[in-house]
């Protein structure tokens, strides 16, 4: 097909040119249709103004001149430039033509009528034009009013070739062009059909006819979306028939009675939710979604204890051993009261211990295991499981989600647990196959970590208070955003922040425990040197981002984070949740390398709310959707049209499209046909998985 030859298959795109277009990720004819202009930057050739009517505040603006004179010169830098006069009744105005623009500019005669288009700024005398394209009008042309399209430009890419090509290519496509959606869709939401869009997106017969075709595409991004994410659900979601769990009973009532607190309405109303579709024939595909600190722990106790109380087993997955052990631990404590056995499964076990667990697990001596990864390996066998749960689910991943049902004769309950707070909007997206539990804020009686953003000067000061808390026998963290020293960065690493403070004779940590903490070490190593921070017996951790969501050491009451400019708020605000779990009041000290007052005032967000989800949607308004923490990981394409926040309606609409359409025979199989002729790649992967 056409369209997914190379690029090269076109006209004037050799391998050179056919490189440039590779590094904005345009290597198939097809991929360039993709390449949708600009869209706030179309230009209107039908609302051409006089020059002395143009605005000059650097916009980009189109009127129509003649020319009157040309002449070379040397700017700032040696920078030569072809400089064009033009006019029109009204006034002159000042083109500047840079480098390889001179050629273009070279062309132009006195006497030439042209179409100019740029960026108009005030000049001495004249208004300025830079960035300046021209269109020679014929003699006799009459003006045809129309929109022209502004793509992004990279490297050695002009407007002119993007144009030409996408004429090019466009006309292969008035050939042959497949629908890419299910025609009785295109019908009934009135879309225009996907040659009319695409002729619209790029050379729009009118500003109607290219908010329609932006319509289009925005929905065909976003249906496909859905279809991927439900036909992942579809596949992933067991078919068998669930376990029905009656309603509360005596264990529950039993683990709530032990209970040193009692639940917040967040966590009421979650495990409302949570209990009611355990309660339900289809199994639950749930995820709880909690901020740092919320109380997810009880709430999976709850289900396990229903799981038990039914006759069954639950289990329990943490994507690290001190995590799980810490899990173990807390369960224990929970759950035990109501004579619930609780069983704790780990990588590196004895063989004598590890056979004999996996025995009083299969003869259903043991209620509720938790553990690691090593719960999915394939002698470990349930009795009867009805639930299991997975903690800091971005860690896993969705397979492994599904496999650890797998470990069941019944299809089991699966919840889900995470950290990571991602606005609602989004979650409908990201989450798509699951249904969703959120508990925001954190549960009463606990200090709130005080923030400080700080910049260089008051580093020392940092020290002596890192050192005031080590004296009171507390413990703290350093997180740094880079490993070692690096050429190209300039932010501090982990290696010579350690260096630094436990240098044999000027550290001032030099007579105290530290530890170095970062991904490159082996898991084994890394484990060993959290537990020593659990334990007290380091006091200081100096690390990357690699320390754990879930880690709960209450004596750290301290938290330092270099070059914190580097970090998306909700990350920070997810480092900053491994302080403030004692007692004793906590700080988070946001040491900035740079001192301007915008990264100074996305901090202070950080310093006024300790809301992770009102974070995580402050983060979406700074940096946009892909720098949200935690995103990457799900697998989502990237959308070039469509836009998670801006779209929520039409995302809502598709998603309910989307389901309906799925119910119908074949239906998947003609989407995952049609996605896969038109789109290669891009959307195969949540098709795929
Ligand atoms: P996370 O959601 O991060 O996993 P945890 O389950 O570890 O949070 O809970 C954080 C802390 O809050 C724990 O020390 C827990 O005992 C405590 N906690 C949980 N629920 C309540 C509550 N309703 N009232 C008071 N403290 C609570
Ligand atoms: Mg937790």
């Keep these: 097909m056409w369209w997914q030859q190379p690029v090269t298959f076109l006209k004037g795109i050799g391998p050179k040119k056919a490189e440039e277009l590779a590094n904005v990720g345009i290597f198939t004819v097809g991929d360039l249709l993709e390449y949708y202009p600009r869209q706030e930057a179309y230009i209107d050739y039908g609302a051409l103004k006089k020059i002395n009517e143009l605005k000059m505040d650097g916009s980009r603006q189109v009127f129509k001149a003649s020319v009157y004179n040309a002449r070379n010169g040397m700017g700032a830098h040696g920078k030569r430039y072809t400089l064009v006069t033009v006019r029109d009744e009204t006034a002159y105005a ?135 994410l439900l036909s992942y659900r579809q596949q992933n979601h067991d078919q068998r028939q669930g376990v029905k769990h009656g309603p509360d009973g005596e264990k529950i009532a039993q683990v709530l009675a032990h209970l040193p607190y009692t639940l917040t309405p ?85 063989v004598k211990a590890r056979r004999e667990l996996l025995l009083n697990l299969e003869l259903g001596l043991i209620d509720v295991l938790v553990g690691t990864h090593a719960l999915l390996e394939e002698d470990v066998r349930f009795a009867r499981l009805s639930l299991a749960v997975t903690d800091e689910q971005h860690r896993f991943g969705v397979e492994q989600r599904a496999r650890l049902a797998t470990k069941s004769a019944l299809a089991p309950d699966v919840l889900v647990m995470t950290a990571t707070p991602i606005p609602r909007t989004l979650a409908l997206t990201v989450y798509g196959d699951l249904d969703i539990s959120l508990m925001k804020g954190r549960p009463p009686g606990r200090k709130p970590v005080q923030t ?32 070692e020293e690096s050429e190209t960065l300039e932010a501090r690493s982990a290696e010579n922040v350690f260096a630094e403070l436990t240098h044999k004779s000027k550290g001032v940590l030099r007579s105290v425990p530290c530890a170095l903490l970062h991904g490159r070490l082996k898991p084994a190593e890394k484990e060993a040197i959290m537990a020593a921070f659990a334990a007290g017996e380091t006091k200081v951790l100096v690390s990357t981002t690699v320390i754990e969501v879930g880690v709960n050491v209450p004596n ?60 995580a949607e402050k983060d979406l308004e700074q940096r946009g959707v892909g720098q949200l923490f935690g995103l990457r990981q799900h697998g989502l394409p990237d959308l070039r ?45 949540i098709f795929n998985t």
């Design 266 to 350: 967040q966590q009421q109303q979650a495990w409302g939710e949570i209990s009611a579709d355990m309660a339900k024939d289809q199994p639950m595909h749930r995820i709880l979604q909690g901020d740092v600190g919320s109380g997810k722990t009880v709430i999976s106790a709850l289900a396990l204890a229903k799981a038990v109380e039914n006759g069954y087993q639950g289990c329990i997955m943490a994507p690290t051993e001190i995590l799980a052990r810490q899990h173990y631990a807390t369960l224990q404590e929970y759950l035990e009261p109501a004579g619930i056995r609780v069983g704790l499964l780990v990588g590196g076990m004895r």
């Design 641 to 685: 049209i469509a836009d998670i926040i801006r779209d929520t309606e039409t995302i809502a609409q598709v998603r309910k499209l989307a389901q309906e359409e799925l119910t119908k025979p074949q239906a998947l199989d003609e989407i995952k046909r049609l996605v896969e002729l038109q789109f290669g790649q891009r959307f195969a992967m």
């Design 556 to 615: 750290a009451t301290l938290m330092v984070i270099e070059n914190a400019e580097r970090f998306g708020l909700a990350q920070l605000h997810q480092l900053r949740g491994r302080v403030g779990r004692g007692s004793q009041q906590s700080y988070c000290v946001l040491l900035t390398g740079v001192d301007t007052p915008e990264a100074l005032a996305r901090l202070q967000v950080l310093r006024d709310s300790e809301d992770g989800f009102y974070l």
């Design 452 to 483: 400080l953003c700080y910049n260089e000067a008051k580093r020392s000061q940092v020290y002596e208070g890192l050192l005031r808390q080590v004296q009171a026998g507390r413990q703290a963290y350093i997180v740094c955003p880079l490993i």
């Design 94 to 228: 000042s083109l500047y033509f840079f480098m390889n623009q001179s050629y273009s500019a070279r062309k132009l005669k006195p006497g030439m009528e042209l179409l100019v288009m740029g960026r108009v700024r005030p000049g001495k005398a004249t208004r300025v034009v830079s960035e300046v394209n021209v269109q020679l009008i014929e003699a006799g042309e009459e003006l045809q009013p129309r929109i022209e399209p502004v793509y992004a430009l990279s490297g050695g890419l002009t407007q002119l070739n993007l144009r030409k090509w996408m004429r090019q290519a466009l006309a292969l496509a008035e050939e042959e062009l497949p629908e890419s959606l299910p025609q009785a869709i295109v019908e009934k939401c009135n879309l225009p059909d996907r040659l009319t869009a695409l002729k619209n997106i790029h050379f729009p017969g009118s500003w109607q006819a290219l908010k329609e075709a932006k319509r289009r595409f925005i929905f065909e991004e976003l249906f496909l979306l859905q279809c991927g």
